[in-house]
């Protein structure tokens, strides 16, 4: 069973004040989402935040059917399984970070007995011990997205899902956030995330989707997307008995002939390297490809 | 239906708002005022300063509970606050009546600390005046307009919820909540002018009787000279109807907030 399926998701917005122009921010999204880590990429405007919406029930889509551990997304009990994040999340500054995680553990009637030990370990975990009793007002904007993310742990869910969750952190609070999710990703969870912090996504994911203007261009490993966007080769070689190295730079398609030529002659190949593109330029390709 | 936690969190966080100390900062300001308005007033001069300091005890709950609920709301949903919140087992629906009681919650605790800042002022009036009337009769009298102010709040609240969720701009759910108050408070006496005057047409007459039963009557709330006149006697069957007057009402208002509230995109 998909942890989180989409399918033929639209939403269009009515312009104008009388309403009448009508723009579909979303054409039709396809997706399924596995026990995995999956990122979802896109430039500003593509419908990242949109398609995140929609999934958590904020906005109705005009039509499509979204489905969360095969039940459908609005579906209350779903969501106790469930932890979320917005971009640029805000908590209300007048409160303490302890008060904040009190209202989620009452959601949630985690047993008070329980509260301490899971606040301890969690907020030991974004490295926010001892800030809890100060109000979120003095916080500082990577502190406020690391409290929310622990508190997104609180009813130990099965599916995270994340806008931008690097948004706001320095590289530590970076460093922090990646690796509990590579801890969550061991112990099962699935995760889906929206980033624009390509090598994060390319770091961190196992599978990805592209999304440009309303629509999913792409959906694929990391691997096997960067080994499919191989551009070319650098063939490092010598002359048998010499020293010296030689390297020359070669298209995908003129290797194998290439490496036969050497084969022939009085060569051996030291090394051949695959020039891949990173994940980021094949979403600059893609965005460059839509507006072409 | 557990709306407990959205309650308890908009009542920490109100309360802990500089607002709520500013508002009871204002009424003891104005306590003070209403001792030296009275002084220029001819007549009466005990009398006019208590109807003063009750006057202002009034309108200020009333700004208060428009104030806390609008914000409240508002401020979830412009800051994605509301996400935080949504993303939980949380309906719709729990959230909205969360906001309600919190709102509420806060209201009951605005008036029990000013239900003591009025008591003093007024004891403190009749006190410097040598007034005749028994303290306790005073802070008795007091106390049911407490409780009178919060009856109001909870009407006042509920249509404060259905503006916010109604409208786009928090200003402008401010302004209509206010306005819509003073509609309320005003809409008898202009009943009363109308029906017995024969320069109005009888369809603008009719339109007035609609108005004035589809309206909140906030006017029943006002019972400000049965503190201040001794004499005035409030039968206890007059609480226990405005208590169901409010209820039903609030209670309609909410159900149709809820039911636009969930057909909204955020």
């Known amino acids: 069973m998909d942890v989180l399926s989409i399918r033929n998701l639209k939403k269009r917005y009515k312009k104008g004040i009388f309403k009448k122009e009508e723009k579909y921010i979303l054409k039709g999204i396809n997706l399924k989402v596995k026990r995995e880590i999956f990122g979802f990429i896109g430039p500003n405007g593509a419908g990242k935040t949109t398609t995140i919406k929609a999934v958590m029930g904020f906005i109705y889509p005009d039509s499509g059917e979204i489905k969360i551990f095969g039940k459908e997304n609005t579906d209350v009990s779903v969501k106790k399984k469930l932890g979320f994040l917005p971009e640029r999340a805000y908590i209300p500054f007048s409160i303490s970070g302890k008060e904040y995680l009190d209202f989620c553990a009452d959601v949630y009637e985690i047993p008070y007995y329980e509260r301490r030990r899971k606040y301890s ?56 956030i990646a690796s509990i999710l590579k801890e969550l990703k061991e112990k099962g969870k699935t995760v889906f995330y929206s980033s624009h912090i390509i090598q994060d996504v390319e770091r961190l994911s196992d599978r990805v989707a592209i999304i440009v203007n309303g629509e999913i261009k792409l959906v694929d490993s990391v691997s096997s997307l960067i080994s499919k966007f191989i551009s070319g080769y650098t063939v490092v070689y010598r002359r048998i008995g010499e020293a010296s190295l030689i390297s020359k730079e070669l298209k995908r398609e003129e290797l194998s002939k290439f490496l036969n030529s050497l084969n022939k002659e009085v060569y051996e190949i030291v090394r051949v390297e695959p020039k891949s593109l990173s994940l980021e330029d094949i979403l600059v390709s893609f965005i460059k490809g839509g507006e072409g | 239906m557990n709306f407990w936690p959205v309650a308890k969190l908009t009542f920490t966080e109100s309360v802990k708002e500089r607002f709520f100390l500013g508002m009871l900062f204002i009424e003891v300001i104005l306590i003070f005022f209403s001792y030296y308005l009275s002084e220029l007033a001819a007549g009466d001069t005990v009398k006019v300063a208590m109807d003063f300091t009750l006057t202002f005890y009034f309108f200020l709950t009333a700004l208060f509970i428009v104030m806390v609920t609008v914000s409240t709301i508002f401020r979830d949903i412009s800051e994605k606050f509301i996400y935080l919140v949504l993303s939980k087992p949380i309906k719709r629906e729990t959230y909205l009546l969360g906001k309600f009681m919190g709102s509420l919650m806060t209201l009951t605790f605005f ?3 000013s239900f003591f800042i009025v008591s003093i002022g007024i004891l403190g009036i009749s006190h410097f005046s040598h007034l005749v ?58 009943k009363e002018i109308a029906l017995s005057s024969k320069y109005v047409s009888s369809l603008n007459k009719l339109l007035i ?53 969930s057909r909204r995109d955020l």
């Open chain 2, 209 to 261: 009787k609609i108005f004035y039963y589809v309206f909140p009557n906030f006017s029943l709330y006002d019972i400000k000279s049965y503190v201040v006149h001794v004499q005035v006697i409030l039968p206890p069957i007059y609480l226990i109807l405005i208590f169901f007057y409010t209820l039903i009402y609030t209670a309609a208002v909410i159900f149709i907030s809820n039911w636009l509230f």
């Open chain 2, 111 to 113: 008036l029990l600390v």
């Open chain 2, 133 to 190: 009337v028994p303290h306790v009769i005073l802070v008795e009298r007091i106390f049911v307009l407490t409780i009178t102010l919060f009856f109001m709040g909870m009407l006042l609240s509920s249509f404060s919820i259905l503006f916010s969720v109604f409208f786009t701009s928090q200003t402008l759910a401010t302004v209509v909540a206010i306005l819509f108050f003073l509609s309320g408070l005003e809409l008898s006496s202009v």
């Open chain 1, 121 to 176: 370990k969690l907020l030991q975990m974004v490295d926010l011990l001892g800030a809890e009793e100060r109000k979120i007002g003095s916080y500082s904007k990577g502190m406020v997205q690391r409290l929310l993310f622990a508190a997104t742990l609180l009813n130990d869910p099965e599916l995270l899902i994340l806008d931008e969750p690097m948004s706001g952190l320095d590289p530590v609070g970076r460093s922090i």
